[in-house]
């Protein structure tokens, strides 16, 4: 799913564009998670984008955690939307 076209399906979930909502920055995050994860496939010694990697999977989840935390059916749509398992919580 590129930028683009998730912006128009949070724009039509909400009347304006809201870049710095939750379910965009995840959006964002796993966009950047599945290329970086592409590119590491052809370059496994690449090590500061390994780093990056997990840095931008920490991010994420600690979004995720939050809104689950904060409104459940939202976090449901979004992780189905964006086709990413649910995170078990402790």
């Given at each position: 799913?590129?930028?683009?076209?998730?912006?128009?399906?949070?724009?039509?979930?909400?009347?304006?564009?809201?870049?710095?909502?939750?379910?965009?920055?995840?959006s964002?995050?796993?966009?950047?998670?599945?290329?970086?994860?592409?590119?590491?496939?052809?370059?496994?010694?690449?090590y500061?984008?390994?780093?990056?990697?997990?840095?931008?999977?920490?991010?994420?989840?600690?979004?995720?955690?939050?809104?689950?935390?904060?409104?459940?059916?939202?976090?449901?749509?979004?992780?189905?939307?964006?086709n990413?398992?649910e995170?078990?919580?402790?």
């Amino acid at each position: 799913m590129t930028k683009n076209s998730f912006i128009s399906v949070i724009s039509h979930a909400e009347k304006e564009e809201n870049k710095g909502s939750v379910e965009f920055q995840v959006s964002r995050f796993t966009n950047k998670i599945r290329r970086l994860t592409s590119h590491l496939e052809l370059h496994k010694k690449d090590y500061s984008s390994q780093r990056g990697l997990r840095k931008i999977l920490g991010k994420r989840q600690r979004l995720l955690a939050y809104l689950s935390n904060k409104n459940r059916v939202r976090y449901k749509e979004l992780i189905r939307q964006l086709n990413i398992r649910e995170l078990k919580i402790r």
